[in-house]
């Protein structure tokens, strides 16, 4: 085949992110790092101004629009500074504050990035101007039970929360309110209806690229209102209208994000992502519901990620000798950095688009054979 495959050893690369990336992707760029298409340069060592860097820049941004079928109105800009950064510039950009006025915005929570996105906005906002609306894991809350704020400058939620595993799989409804959506782990790994939102934004490191690279995607009623104290770098008007060159973008990130999508669109484009995660994800599952306990994942049917699965050993609340001896299995077998978040612990097997539908399946067949060379340790008294 003349793959990757032949010059390094078996591994399958199950990363919550940075992210496996596609093999003929990493192939490509081999091929084209030190001279990118006779140009006799890198695609690192040009001007970000250049005609083929802006050829690069722009081809990427068209496959993405088609890719997403993203309309007409809305700008697609391919920023620095990562999920995070978007976390301070989503309300630097929409948020409209009015003195006396208590209303800021209304979150529709997930709990990691909400807590990521309230430290991120505590520079700028009391927090009693935002109206969390929590829940405890392991489910969404009802959406009839959100009580959004019709006044709200915006509704943001994170459309698949990494670390514990939940997955919007519907869009919620705001009732004209500009709806803000963190999709930095799901974006591409099923069709969307980019009608239904004002601002969508994901880092690249997990299902487009490598880390370096921000795909922001703003309807164009929505700029032009960023507060003064906005940095410009993060003023969405600014960077839109500059297209996305005001300043020097991650130019090798965005190289990189657009063999992606080529790769994307060469394996029949975001239905067959869907596809394939529907598969990878259920191989996963089954094992976990067939396990009568021994593999536990305590969310909700209803809101498993389909890219990010995490689950115990034992119990709810893990058996740590065992989840080790998986880990370290699994390890020695190939299947690589599947330990859970540090904040959670446990396994967490992360399926963005580039793990196979038959990758999934062999660590499905793994988790098979631990299960069965290992259950009879779960009432071990030494355990
Ligand atoms: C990874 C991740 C982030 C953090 O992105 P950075 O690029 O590290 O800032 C934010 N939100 C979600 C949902 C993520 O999965």
């Known amino acids: 085949m003349g793959d990757l495959r032949d010059e390094k050893k078996f591994v399958i690369n199950f990363s919550a992110g940075p992210a496996k990336l596609p093999e003929t992707v990493l192939r490509q760029a081999q091929k084209e790092m030190v001279d990118y298409q006779d140009t006799g340069v890198s695609v690192m060592e040009m001007s970000h101004r250049s005609a083929d860097f802006s050829k690069i820049l722009n081809t990427a941004e068209q496959n993405l629009r088609e890719l997403l079928e993203v309309p007409d109105n809305y700008k697609v800009m391919f920023l620095q500074g990562g999920g995070t950064g978007q976390f301070s510039a989503v ?3 929409l948020m409209k504050l009015k003195p006396g006025e208590s209303n800021a915005a209304v979150f529709v929570f997930v709990l990691r990035a909400l807590n990521l996105y309230m430290i991120n906005l505590f520079p700028l906002h009391a927090p009693s101007n935002l109206t969390p609306l929590c829940s405890d894991f392991p489910a969404i809350p009802e959406p009839s039970t959100w009580n959004l704020n019709p006044e709200a400058s915006y509704v943001y939620y994170c459309a698949n929360e990494t670390v514990h595993g939940v997955e919007f799989k519907t869009i919620p409804e705001t009732n004209g309110v500009p ?4 999709m930095s782990s799901n974006i591409l790994t099923r069709p969307i209806d980019v009608s239904k939102f004002g601002v969508i934004f994901a880092g690249a490191q997990k ?10 995607i703003v309807r164009e009623d929505l700029l032009g209102h960023a507060m003064d104290l906005c940095p410009s770098i993060f003023n969405y008007q600014v960077q839109a209208s500059n297209n996305s060159l005001y300043n020097t973008p991650p130019t090798y990130s965005v190289y990189i994000m657009g063999l992606v999508f080529n790769w994307i669109k060469g394996q029949g484009g975001v239905a067959s992502m869907d596809r394939n995660s529907s598969v990878k994800s259920s191989a ?3 094992v976990v519901e067939e396990s009568e306990g021994f593999y536990c994942c305590p969310l909700d049917a209803a809101c ?3 890219t990010n699965l995490p689950f115990r050993i034992g119990s709810v609340e893990g058996n740590d000798a065992l989840e080790k001896k998986f880990l370290e299995e699994a390890t020695k077998a190939g299947y690589l950095q599947l330990k859970g978040h540090r ?11 580039a793990v196979s539908v038959e990758e999934a399946n062999l660590l499905a067949g793994f988790m098979r054979n631990f299960m069965a060379e290992n259950r009879h340790l779960l009432d071990s008294p030494t355990q």
């Open 284 to 286: 996963i599952y089954t």
């Open 91 to 93: 309300p630097f950009n």
């Open 207 to 216: 299902n487009i690229g490598c880390a370096g690279v921000t795909v922001v």
């Open 179 to 182: 709806l803000v959506c963190d």
């Open 343 to 353: 904040s959670v612990g446990g396994i967490r097997v992360s399926l963005y688009n």
């Open 304 to 306: 498993r990620s389909r």
